[in-house]
């Protein structure tokens, strides 16, 4: 089995920055490459960005291209998705999401190729 915790949501301004943490323990390692989703209410999930192993490659969603950055910290087994420039269509429910693949997959933007997730960090931006 795979847990997955995040933390660090919370309520920002537009133009702010928040930093979340995944957590990850159980059956991954620090090879699995690690992906980020978000859904706001009424929508579906989205990619937003995915890290492979050793910290690279990284890929993202163009809507956060620029402006989100995702890194690993391998001692720790965590992920890190640091989120500058806030805008309020960044508000969502925020998840980290892995598989026990060694490398990204090549459908990295569909959540259907993750099999954990987390519970979710709530995001929400204020104009």
């Known amino acids: 089995q795979v847990q997955l915790v995040e933390s660090g949501g919370g309520l920002v301004q537009a133009g702010g920055s928040l930093r979340l943490s995944c957590a990850a323990s159980?059956?991954?390692?620090?090879?699995?490459?690690m992906a980020w989703f978000r859904q706001a209410p009424g929508k579906e999930r989205e990619f937003v960005g995915v890290?492979?192993?050793?910290?690279?490659?990284?890929y993202y969603a163009d809507s956060v291209k620029g402006r989100f950055t995702i890194s690993r910290d391998s001692a720790k087994n965590t992920v890190y998705l640091q989120m500058n420039s806030l805008k309020p269509e960044d508000t969502a429910v925020y998840y980290c999401?892995?598989?026990?693949?060694?490398?990204?997959?090549?459908?990295?933007?569909?959540?259907?190729?993750?099999?954990?997730w987390g519970q979710g960090t709530q995001v929400a931006v204020s104009s």
């Open positions: 159980g059956r991954t390692s620090t090879l699995n490459p």
């Open positions: 890290i492979g192993r050793d910290g690279a490659p990284t």
């Open positions: 999401a892995t598989d026990l693949r060694r490398y990204i997959s090549g459908s990295y933007y569909a959540p259907d190729e993750y099999e954990y």
